[in-house]
Nanobody, 126 residues
């Protein structure tokens, strides 16, 4: 089973930036997976943030983050990134990395993803 580990979360002031990273543990490689980022605030549903297919030619963003966040992947480093700029308090939540064996397309629904990390907290202060 794929195991994913997120890092890079923390506390940042509004307008600041963070870069999240996601890597698999063990021998798993992500080159044949669509990778996604989701977030969940307390009392809220888990929501799609961004996704990228295996080759990087299909990328999707939630409307709320479009123009501010950038998802990228480096298959050679076996890592997926989420660069978050111009952060807002509404961006606060636990950010999860996910992997989908449907590697050509990018899905927006959480149930489309098979493997998940444990999440990293992102807190944006006013």
């Amino acid at each position: 089973q794929v195991q994913l580990v997120e890092s890079g979360g923390g506390l940042v002031q509004a307008g600041g930036s963070l870069r999240l990273s996601c890597t698999p543990s063990g021998r798993t490689v992500i080159s044949q997976y669509t990778m996604g980022w989701f977030r969940q605030a307390p009392g809220k549903e888990r929501e799609f943030v961004a996704g990228i297919n295996w080759s990087g030619d299909r990328i999707a963003y939630a409307d709320s983050v479009k123009g501010r966040f950038t998802i990228s992947r480096d298959n050679a480093k076996n890592t997926v990134y989420l660069q978050m700029n111009s952060l807002k308090p509404d961006d606060t939540g636990v950010y999860y990395c996910a992997a989908d064996g449907q590697y050509i397309t990018v899905a927006r629904l959480p149930h489309s993803y098979n493997y998940w990390g444990q999440g990293t907290q992102v807190t944006v202060s006013s």
